[in-house]
């Protein structure tokens, strides 16, 4: 896809307000209409056989859009108001919404407020409900699909992969196998099951999961392992993910993430009803946004960089930011408790028995120890500030109620810093002692052999 386009059919284009992988949305005017449409253009440009694949696909999802658009007819819904296939190309004229998609609000430093990302799952859940009733589940609903504007109007969008459900599936022209954003996908969905409205619940309550909390309920480094989480784990609480969050809130997403179709939510009215239960328990609408100086902070320090965005994000959230004058102790040797922190500006002193150790600057780690030791708990070194101090200090009981994978991360970047500092000091203690004695033998070149007498 070249350059800009005069015209589309009968349609004068006024400029490009999206592209995707395969198609590019341009604002147009018509004679036909009073207000400017939006025209998603599709090219078949390519004859290759991979690519002649792809476009009968291509070509069969816009057939279904174009049998689903007649059937729709919901102010959260965007109308399409015309399918047109030709030879070289294709496109799709629809209503012009001069709104953004919900990607945007599903990273944390830019979470809407509770009741705004409520109200807007609530029309979504209104919409879904009014297209099942019309015969129609959209099987590919995710943030990219949902648009909103500054008013918190809210548009579905992209019906092409809808499943028709009033016909049979094996002679439903539009039943693609495999559709959908893994992310977003429900189990029955993942194991190829027959869809009714439910996938299409399941799948806005992990949208809504993502906006509330800034990640995804199943998060993993591999496909295969990301549809296992899907298929067989239990999501997180959200209220554990954002104390803001009213608890009745986990129940709801609780009951929308249901692998058990029988125990999810049955259609959209009810999805809507238990949100505006807890819209109405929500007793404050002031949103502080959230501080992305400290966020910037822990970005730059070596020991985060391993820590994907969202874990940092969490770690804020669980973690106290501290300010200390010099002199201060921040860990005794032999207390009982678990508390570790990491040096953010200033440096501190590192002692055992009144004896200096080491000094620790920025990004380094303390008291990482007694969390490791799963035995005795107890600080085996002292730590004092040397001079003005900030650190982030994390505490075990906070650590505890985080998700696994941020646990998970803390354990292993603890254990390889451990495990560093030992090294070193092996190398300092070898610098001093005696001299080795001289192996003769080593144990993987050792060669055995049987003698017979």
């Known amino acids: 896809m070249s350059e800009m386009p005069q015209t589309i059919g009968k349609y004068r284009i006024v400029r490009e307000v999206g ?36 476009n009968r696909r291509l070509l069969k999802l816009l057939k279904a859009e174009q049998a689903v658009s007649t059937r729709l007819d919901h ?12 030879p070289e190309q294709a496109y799709v004229v629809m209503e012009y919404f001069p709104g953004e998609s919900l990607e945007r609000y599903c990273r944390f430093e830019h979470l809407l407020p509770v009741h705004r990302a409520i109200g807007i799952v609530f029309k979504c859940c209104m919409a879904l409900d009014y297209a099942y009733r019309q015969g129609i589940v959209h099987r590919d609903i995710k943030p ?26 094996e002679s439903d022209s539009t039943f693609i196998m495999g559709v959908g954003s893994p992310a977003y996908m429900s189990p029955e969905q993942i194991k190829g099951y027959p869809l009714n409205q439910k996938t299409d619940l399941y799948s806005l309550g992990v949208v809504l999961f993502n906006l509330l909390t800034g990640r995804l309920p ?13 298929i067989n784990a239990d999501p997180p609480r959200v209220s554990q993910l954002n104390p803001e969050l009213p608890e009745p809130m986990d129940a709801v997403i609780r009951k ?39 966020f910037s902070c822990l970005r730059k320090l070596s020991f985060f960089t391993e ?15 501290r300010v200390v004058e010099g002199g201060t102790t921040l860990i005794r040797e032999g207390d009982a408790d678990q508390r570790f922190g990491i040096v953010i500006e200033g440096e501190v002193e590192v002692s055992l028995g009144g004896r200096r150790v080491s000094d620790l600057g920025v990004g380094e780690v303390f008291g990482e120890l007694a969390w490791l030791d799963s035995l005795r708990h107890r600080h085996v070194k002292t730590v004092t ?32 810093t451990a495990a560093r500092r030992l090294g070193e000091a092996l190398r300092e203690l070898a610098a001093n002692g005696e001299p080795a004695i001289a192996g003769k033998f080593t144990a993987t070149g050792l060669d055995l052999q049987l003698v017979e007498d």
Request: glycine letters at 2%; aromatic letters at 10%; hydrophobic letters at 40%.
């Open 144 to 169: 990219a699909n949902i648009l909103i504007d500054d008013q918190d109007n809210v548009k579905i969008t992209d019906f092409g992969l809808a499943l028709n459900i009033d016909k049979k599936v």
């Open 19 to 54: 592209r995707g992988a395969t198609a590019v949305v341009y604002m147009a005017e018509s004679a036909d209409w009073p207000v400017p449409v939006a025209v998603k253009l599709i090219r078949f440009d390519d004859k290759s056989k991979d690519e002649s694949k792809w």
């Open 256 to 294: 929308a993430l249901e692998k058990d179709l029988y125990s999810r939510y049955k259609n959209g009215a009810e999805f809507a009803k238990d949100l505006s239960a807890v819209r109405y328990q929500l007793v404050d609408d002031t949103y502080v946004p959230p501080d992305t100086s400290r």
């Open 75 to 86: 102010p959260h819904i965007i109308h399409v108001y015309d399918v047109v296939i030709e």
């Open 385 to 416: 500030s040397k001079q003005p101090t900030t650190y982030l200090e994390v505490n075990p009981s906070a650590l505890a109620l985080a998700t696994d994978e941020l646990r998970e991360r803390f354990r292993t970047m603890l254990a390889t």
């Open 218 to 230: 199943f998060r993993a480094s591999s496909p295969a392992q990301l549809i296992y989480k899907i």
């Open 307 to 321: 820590f994907d965005d969202v874990e940092l994000w969490e770690v804020l959230r669980i973690s106290t930011w």
